[in-house]
């Protein structure tokens, strides 16, 4: 089935350690995207990219990285520079072209200890 | 700047009553894209549908009915008959010709509460 994964679905880290969430999608979209949600609110834009080897910041890209080495994998790594990164973390993809509906995969629960 | 207004936090009804959710949105582009998105308690969001700003013809499918207006910029969500499995937050989001590849705007969501 087509569509798009990600791990672990839930994830727990120490304060100052880094961690990796993965994102994979099987559905040849070329633009993939993340985003983080708090409690009660909206979704915020981290990183995007468009294309493989290219990504651009977000709204709220402090703390974070990512790299597109692959057009199907778009890993986010929060960093130890990210302050209060316990947060709801969602991975989507969409077609390169407009009207550019976004496919979501199932989301990532980091809590930091 | 784009911007997509939820203006209903939460709503809660009891089953079987009809709920409106309301969406407003700004934008300088002619040509744009709407959406809606279900987010269960599960956490991924579900696509429910898309809108492009030429098509202002209202659609419906099933109990889940929507109603564009451009002349008011917005683009409301109806649910007939409410069922508890329609409890989930929805939200609302746009996106432009010109700078979709950037990421869909989304509304901060409305938490939909379905009473038994």
């Known amino acids: 089935d087509g569509g798009i994964t990600q791990s672990p679905k839930y994830l727990f880290r120490k304060e100052g350690q880094n961690v990796t969430l993965s994102c994979e999608q099987n559905l040849n979209h070329d633009a993939m995207y993340w985003y983080r949600q708090d409690p009660g609110q909206g979704l915020r834009l981290i990183y995007y990219s468009q294309i493989v080897n290219d990504f651009q910041k977000g709204d709220i890209a402090e703390g974070y990285s990512v790299s597109r080495e692959k057009k199907e994998s778009f890993p986010l790594t929060v960093t130890s520079a990210q302050k209060n990164p316990t947060a709801f973390y969602l991975c989507?993809?969409?077609?390169?072209?407009?009207?550019?509906?976004?496919?979501f995969g199932p989301g990532t629960r980091l809590t930091v200890l | 700047a784009q911007k997509v207004t939820q203006a209903q936090t939460e709503i809660s009804v009891v089953e079987k009553e009809d709920v409106t959710l309301d969406c407003v949105y700004e934008?300088?582009?002619?040509?744009?894209?709407l959406f809606w998105y279900k987010q269960p308690p599960s956490g991924e969001l579900v696509f429910l549908i898309r809108?492009?700003?030429?098509?202002?013809q209202n659609e419906i499918s099933g109990r889940y009915s929507w109603n564009f207006q451009k002349s008011t910029s917005s683009f409301n969500f109806t649910i007939t008959a409410s069922q508890v499995v329609d409890s989930a937050v929805y939200f609302c989001?746009?996106?432009?010709?010109?700078?979709?590849?950037?990421?869909?705007?989304f509304g901060k969501g409305t938490h939909l509460i379905i009473q038994p």
């Open positions: 934008t300088r582009d002619t040509t744009y894209y």
């Open positions: 989507a993809s969409a077609p390169g072209q407009p009207p550019w509906e976004q496919f």
């Open positions: 989001a746009l996106s432009e010709l010109g700078g979709g590849a950037d990421g869909l705007t």
């Open positions: 809108r492009n700003s030429f098509d202002e």
